[in-house]
Nanobody
Framework: QVQLVESGGGLVQAGGSLRLSCAAS????????MGWFRQAPGKEREFVTA????????YYAASVKGRFTISRDNAKNTVYLQMNSLKPEDTAVYYC????????????????WGQGTQVTVSS
């Protein structure tokens, strides 16, 4: 099992950048693929990006590809989401999650979730 805590959210103007962090507890962090999801008011939670357990492959939603970058440091038990060129439509609560599966875009495959961190992009 693993426990996840997100941090780094906040208020930023359009075009700006933020870096989110997800700190994991547990000695099996490196066994899990990690994903980021987000949920805006009135909308369903959606896939943003994912990274395989050893960081060899990454996956991105079309809406963020080229602007967001996911990375991980297994020695620090941490996964990151670098967000550049932020847009107002990126405003949402961002959640970090862990899965032992390989269907990264399906939130039902993730067994462990963080509490979420708010990202607000002003126009």
């Amino acid at each position: 099992q693993v426990q996840l805590v997100e941090s780094g959210g906040g208020l930023v103007q359009a075009g700006g950048s933020l870096r989110l962090s997800c700190a994991a507890s547990g000695r099996t962090f490196s066994s899990y693929a990690m994903g980021w999801f987000r949920q805006a008011p009135g909308k369903e939670r959606e896939f943003v990006t994912a990274i395989t357990s050893r960081g060899a492959r990454t996956y991105y939603a079309a809406s963020v590809k080229g602007r967001f970058t996911i990375s991980r440091d297994n020695a620090k038990n941490t996964v990151y989401l670098q967000m550049n060129s932020l847009k107002p439509e990126d405003t949402a609560v961002y959640y970090c999650a862990a899965t032992g599966d390989s269907y990264y875009e399906d939130l039902r495959r993730y067994g462990f979730w963080g509490q979420g961190t708010q990202v607000t992009v002003s126009s």
